[in-house]
C-alpha cells in the first residue's frame, strides 16, 4: 500500500523560513507528477507548487518568488521550501502525487496533511 507522509509543518515567524518534506512509502514503480496543496479554514484546498518527474516546476501566483519546490527521486520525497512566509500561508499543506505501484495504473494519493501557521 502507498503512502504519503508529510513533515515539517509548524509555526513560523513573517518573513522567516519552513521546510516542508513528504515521503512516498510503498510499492513504487514510479512517480509521476508531484505537487504541494494548502488547504485554509473556510477556503477550498489550493494548489501551491507542483514538479514533474524531469523538475518543472509550477507555482501559484500567491507564492512564486518565495517558495520553492523540489524532489529527490531515489529517495521518493518531495520538498517545499517557504521562504517569507505570510499569515495568509498559514494553512493544512498536503503533499500530493501520482504513482503508478506496478502494472500499467497510475493513482493520485494524498499526504495527511501537516499544519503550518505564520504569526508573530
Known amino acids: 500500500q502507498v503512502q504519503l507522509v508529510e513533515s515539517g509543518g509548524g509555526l513560523v515567524h513573517p518573513g522567516g523560513s519552513l521546510r516542508l518534506s513528504c515521503a512516498a512509502s510503498g510499492t513504487i514503480f514510479s512517480i509521476n507528477r508531484m505537487s504541494w496543496y494548502r488547504q485554509a479554514p473556510g477556503k477550498q484546498r489550493e494548489l501551491v507548487a507542483g514538479?514533474?518527474?524531469?523538475?518543472?516546476?509550477n507555482y501559484a501566483n500567491s507564492v512564486a518568488g518565495r517558495f520553492t519546490i523540489s524532489r529527490d527521486n531515489a529517495k521518493n520525497t518531495v520538498s517545499l521550501q517557504m521562504n517569507s512566509p505570510k499569515p495568509e500561508d498559514t494553512a493544512v499543506y498536503y503533499c500530493?502525487?501520482?504513482?503508478?505501484?506496478?502494472?500499467?495504473?497510475?493513482?493520485?494519493?494524498w499526504g495527511q496533511g501537516t499544519q503550518v501557521t505564520v504569526s508573530s
Open positions: 514538479i514533474s518527474s524531469i523538475g518543472t516546476t
Open positions: 500530493n502525487a501520482d504513482i503508478n505501484g506496478g502494472g500499467w495504473s497510475v493513482r493520485n494519493y
